[in-house]
């Protein structure tokens, strides 16, 4: 499990859904910006982390189970 692989793997649920990454965080309840690419490493370099409560709103939106999202991971 890598930074990139979570990030990709929310970008593709996002997709597949016919939505942004904005419009997915909406849908999840959350600021529309969360998911921007630009959110996704500090403007010092630190990588920010999905959290699991974040992941899990995601598994929920999207209707996956974690094995499903887990696949989403495992895509290039």
């Not at 649920?13 to 500090?42: H, P, V, Y």
Request: aromatic share 10%.
């Amino acid at each position: 499990m890598t930074h990139s692989n979570i990030w990709r793997a929310i970008d593709k649920i996002a997709l597949k859904m016919g939505m942004s990454c904005s419009g997915l965080a909406r849908a999840c309840g959350m600021d529309a910006t969360a998911f921007n690419k630009s959110k996704r490493i500090s403007k010092y370099g630190k990588l920010h982390w999905p959290s699991f409560s974040t992941i899990s709103k995601i598994a929920n939106v999207a209707n996956l189970s974690p094995e499903e999202f887990g696949k989403f991971m495992r895509q290039k």
